[in-house]
């Protein structure tokens, strides 16, 4: 509905959710590059040091910060008493094809 939108968009940092990157790393220890896309920024795209090819692998080390959201925008976050309700709050791979 357009409240939740615009009760969302109005809210100050301290009742939404984030994600702050601290350290992104391959598994020979060393930095990748990443950055959030624009159209969506709840995502990352990672630059790999080499093309993954079909059917290989890649074993990557995240260290990050998930800031919960004031559930007052959906049922899910933490409410007025402390507790917290979550659904879908951990990081996950989204499918990549075709560079989209």
Do not use: C
């Not at 959906?74 to 659904?87: A, R, S």
């Amino acid at each position: 509905s357009d409240e939740f939108y615009r009760g969302f968009h109005l809210a100050g940092a301290e009742e939404r959710g984030s994600t702050t990157i601290v350290n992104l790393t391959d598994s020979d220890d060393l930095p990748l590059d990443w950055e959030r896309t624009e159209k969506n920024p709840d995502y990352i795209v990672i630059k790999l040091k080499q093309k993954l090819l079909p059917n290989q692998k890649i074993e990557l080390h995240l260290t990050y910060v998930a800031k919960i959201p004031s559930n007052k925008f959906t049922e899910y976050g933490f409410d007025q008493n402390g507790g917290m309700n979550l659904k879908n709050w951990y990081l996950s791979p989204a499918r990549f094809e075709n560079h989209n």
